[in-house]
């Protein structure tokens, strides 16, 4: 059975860039077709797709991030990541990975890491 | 950009149906899924393609569409259904995906 673990810093600096990693355990990454996404949650607030990468390596992207945001794959470790550039306290959120199937939606979810901008 | 629009909260007693309803333009033309989200917990799927149910997930979960409309029913609603929920679809050329601002749902 799949599972997924987000990693990297828990507290960014504002206008530096915050990283992610999603590391893919109990199967390839590059197998089947699937979508890698990522999904954030503010405290108190609701989840916010941010975006997602495909198998074949095609992007989609949340347009109101889009101009931020990078989401890559690295087969040879079986992870996926997120980049999101010059963040602000508002994006301070819990941050989720998550495996699509296309029609099938997100069955497999990370726990989820916290990850705060402050100075 | 596209918005998915559901009640704030929906109120029920034990044993009672429950219906949360997803309105967005697009609902016509992409499928849509719905999450249950306890505090502290990863959303957890529970419908896809409108109404199809994941295997795990109890019967008494069901969903709906109509229209620019989709619904989540619960049917005998348990104490251990509060939760919020997030309907999710994409935009009408499938470019992106949107969550809707959620649900939380009371067991009274």
């Known amino acids: 059975q799949v599972q997924l673990q987000e990693s990297g810093p828990g507290l960014v600096k504002p206008s530096q860039t915050l990283s992610l990693t999603c590391t893919v355990s109990?199967?390839?990454?590059?197998?089947?077709?699937?979508?890698w996404s990522w999904i954030r949650q503010p405290a108190g607030k609701g989840l916010e797709w941010i975006g997602r990468?495909?198998?074949?390596?095609?992007?989609n992207y949340n347009p109101s991030l889009k101009s931020r945001v990078t989401i890559s794959v690295d087969t040879s470790k079986n992870q996926f990541s997120l980049k999101l550039s010059s963040v602000t306290a508002a994006d301070t959120a819990v941050y989720y990975c998550?495996?699509?199937?296309?029609?099938?939606?997100?069955?497999?979810w990370g726990q989820g890491t916290l990850v705060t901008v402050s100075s | 950009s596209y918005e998915l629009t559901q009640p704030p909260s929906v109120s029920v007693s034990p044993g009672q149906t429950a219906r949360i309803t997803c309105s967005g333009d697009?609902?016509?033309?992409?499928?849509a899924y719905w999450y249950q989200q306890k505090p502290g917990q990863a959303p957890v799927l529970v419908i896809y393609?409108?109404?199809e149910r994941p295997s795990g997930i109890p019967e008494r979960f069901s969903g709906s569409s109509s229209g620019t409309t989709v619904t989540l029913t619960i049917s005998g609603v348990q104490a251990e259904d509060e939760a919020d929920y997030y309907c999710?679809?994409?935009?009408?050329?499938?470019?992106?995906?949107?969550f809707g601002g959620g649900t939380k749902l009371t067991v009274l």
């Open positions: 697009a609902l016509p033309k992409q499928y």
């Open positions: 990468i495909y198998t074949s390596g095609s992007t």
């Open positions: 109990g199967g390839s990454i590059s197998s089947g077709s699937y979508y």
């Open positions: 393609k409108d109404s």
């Open positions: 998550a495996r699509d199937k296309p029609y099938y939606g997100s069955g497999t």
């Open positions: 999710q679809s994409a935009d009408s050329s499938g470019t992106y995906e949107v």
